[in-house]
């Protein structure tokens, strides 16, 4: 069984950091691209960032280029969203997806974690 | 980018009927469309990708059509499970990937 489990989220100020952490497991981590995908609370889906398997190419929105960091550790099986100088405007539910081999559309989500970006 | 208009934003439908969702990109994505589904306090799941083709245990009521621009998820015979917000999300030539603002259907 596929699962995605994030961890990380929390209260920062702006300015702040905050690295986000996507545990996977039920399938070969390193065989599938993977994303991140966020949502304020009572809003819509916004695409983030996203990465090839085995660590190939990276791919930011432009709300985040220069300020967040998408990678993986193929040998732990993690994903993980290095964010920093963060703004109010970040605020929201980080959810890690896995890339289907089909296309990047997203076949498996996780729970989701909450980053709140606030002083 | 691709923008993706979803219409209606919110559609009411009582159970058992039928239910039309449209979606519209600014330019063509071919079929390299995705519709999810979203409830209260969960992550999105796949239902659709390729503009028709279900993902794997989606139901056979639900149904995708479309190409270019001009998508549609039919839900055929709405049941209790299905309210929710829809989501549908262009894969072609990105970046970035684009959704669009969502259509929740409500109880009628």
């Known amino acids: 069984e596929v699962q995605l489990l994030e961890s990380g989220g929390g209260l920062e100020q702006p300015g702040g950091s905050l690295r986000l952490s996507c545990a996977a497991s039920g399938f070969t981590f390193s065989d599938y691209g993977m994303s991140w995908v966020r949502q304020v609370p009572g809003k819509g889906l916004e695409w983030v960032s996203s990465?090839?398997?085995?660590?190939?190419?990276?791919n930011h929105a432009d709300s985040v280029k220069g300020r967040f960091t998408i990678s993986r550790d193929d040998s732990q099986n993690t994903l993980y969203l290095q964010m920093n100088s963060l703004r109010a405007e970040d605020t929201a539910v980080y959810y890690c997806?896995?890339?289907?081999?089909?296309?990047?559309?997203?076949?498996?989500w996780g729970q989701g974690t909450l980053v709140t970006v606030t002083s | 980018e691709i923008v993706m208009t979803q219409s209606p934003a919110t559609l009411s439908v009582s159970p058992g009927e039928r239910a039309t969702l449209s979606c519209r990109a600014s330019?063509?994505?071919?079929?390299?469309l995705a519709w999810y589904q979203q409830k209260p306090g969960q992550a999105p799941r796949l239902l659709i990708y390729?503009?028709?083709t279900r993902a794997t245990g989606i139901p056979a009521r639900f149904s995708g059509s479309g190409s270019g621009t001009e998508f549609t998820l039919t839900i055929s015979s709405l049941q209790s499970e299905d309210f929710a917000v829809y989501y549908c999300q262009h894969y072609n030539n990105w970046p970035p990937l684009t959704f669009g603002g969502g259509t929740k259907v409500e109880i009628k």
């Open positions: 390729g503009a028709s």
């Open positions: 330019q063509s994505v071919s079929s390299k």
């Open positions: 990465i090839r398997g085995s660590g190939g190419r990276t």
């Open positions: 997806a896995r890339n289907s081999w089909f296309g990047e559309f997203f076949d498996y």
